[in-house]
């Protein structure tokens, strides 16, 4: 539907992996690659589309003493939005899954269920995407599969203050999943990224239906050219001014100049 490219001078101002849309499609929280958390507003025009962004904070997250993050703590990557203004973090280089009540609050940790899987994890390649469902279960995925030439990614479910590995999906190709949302229709939305040498990165949206234990009618939504997009990492779902679901997608730019953060809207047509 459109693609917005956000520019906001400040240094720490990059590297957008996890993000997040509150049910209105226009308030947001993201987190950085550089450990800091941004909330603000998005603008959107009467089709629904983003055409600017207002920033309300941009501040560090937290360790759980409340310092801010530092050194090979700081990599967060997935985000997932909890009741009021609490938030859901993952991390990589350092492992965890976090809560953060408020966002000058210190972090919460909810990794130690599931650390014996999580020291399985390559060094940059760990829980990339989190998602949270409507009965406020808390999905963790991983970038790549835990075991190696398995062909499947593992979702992992954080229900009742216990993780659990209820189910997997199956991994295509080079695909890497960078991020996810469950939609106003329960459904879970995965994101999914490849990269082609010189020309550029590849999108995919595969979407599931979620049943107690198991996940199925798996359905590949949306599958751009090399190139198409920037590197889109964070997704949020919501429901569009005109009763549809919509997707909005955000791009890392690994704090690079000759790449950029944009956002990107989808709408899905049933």
Not at 14 to 43: E, K, M
Not at 51 to 62: F, I
Not at 215 to 235: M, W
Not at 248 to 270: G, H, M, W
């Amino acid at each position: 539907m459109g693609v917005y490219h956000w520019t906001l001078d400040d240094p720490d101002f990059g590297g957008l992996s996890g993000f997040d849309l509150y049910p209105d499609g226009r308030r947001f929280r993201a987190v950085t690659d550089r450990g800091h958390t941004i909330s603000g507003t998005l603008t959107r025009d009467a089709i629904g589309r983003v055409t600017d962004t207002h920033v309300d904070a941009m501040q560090p997250l937290r360790d759980a003493t409340g310092a801010p993050v530092t050194g090979a703590w700081i990599d967060a990557e997935g985000l997932a939005l909890g009741p009021g203004d609490s938030f859901f973090v993952s991390y990589e280089l350092k492992h965890r899954v976090v809560l953060y009540p408020d966002p000058d609050s210190p972090a919460a940790p909810y990794s130690a269920p599931i650390a014996r899987d999580l020291a399985t994890l390559y060094i940059n390649e760990g829980i990339e995407a989190l998602a949270r469902d409507g009965r406020g279960d808390l999905y963790a995925i991983t970038e790549r599969p835990l075991a190696p030439g398995s062909g499947l990614f593992p979702v992992l479910r954080l229900q009742d203050g216990r993780w659990t590995i209820p189910f997997h999906i199956r991994k295509d190709g080079n695909w890497q999943v960078t991020g996810a949302d469950f939609g106003p229709d329960s459904r879970l939305y995965v994101l999914e990224r490849d990269y082609w040498g010189f020309v550029g990165f590849k999108t995919r949206i595969r979407r599931f239906t979620i049943s107690g234990d198991s996940i199925g009618q798996e359905q590949i939504l949306f599958a751009s050219l090399a190139g198409q997009y920037e590197n889109l990492e964070g997704l949020a779902a919501w429901q569009g001014p005109d009763g549809a679901t919509w997707l909005t997608a955000i791009s890392d730019d690994n704090f690079n100049p000759f790449q950029k953060t944009t956002l990107v809207d989808f709408r899905i047509a049933e």
